[in-house]
């Protein structure tokens, strides 16, 4: 089984998987921002792949039904679809990225934390006026003030 890697789990890896790996290429863009001398080490042990644009719409309205597209960076939404194309397992300590894969039915690991309990949706509240949104935006569309997620209920 292909196990697909985010960075939160090469974060808090010493080693790697025994099983098959692969990555987005934006996972080791953010290992090279972050300076992780891991990268260099695991370099050659990283399958670098991308995932199809299909893959990527699928999980983007996925994650709009559950709330966490404002929450899910580029990179965390190309590991998700890489999941999907490849037929693999998330390997993830990001809450949001796994909310989405068990939305999806996408298998996931935890690798330094418990991980999420059970689906959550998101909705979206300004900080200002308390107007309630379903998708997170930079700011109020009435007041410009900032949002802030909160479980719906």
Do not use: H
């Amino acid at each position: 089984m292909m196990i697909i890697l985010d960075s939160s789990a090469l974060f808090a890896m010493e080693d790697l998987p025994q099983e098959d790996i692969a990555v987005p290429e934006g996972v080791v863009r953010e290992l090279i921002k972050y300076k992780d001398a891991r990268v260099e080490r695991w370099g050659d042990l990283l399958r670098v792949s991308e995932c199809t644009k299909v893959s990527l719409e699928r999980v983007k309205e996925a994650a709009r039904k559950s709330g966490d597209i404002g929450k899910l960076s580029e990179v965390d939404i190309t590991v998700i679809a890489l999941a999907i194309d490849l037929d693999g397992i998330v390997m993830t300590d990001d809450f949001s990225i796994q909310n989405v894969c068990a939305l999806m039915k996408i298998e996931y690991r935890s690798v330094g934390t418990d991980g999420i309990r059970k689906i959550e949706k998101w909705n979206y509240r300004c900080t200002g006026c308390g107007k309630w949104y379903k998708e997170k935006m930079d700011d109020c569309s009435i007041c410009g003030a900032s949002m802030k997620a909160y479980r719906k209920r």
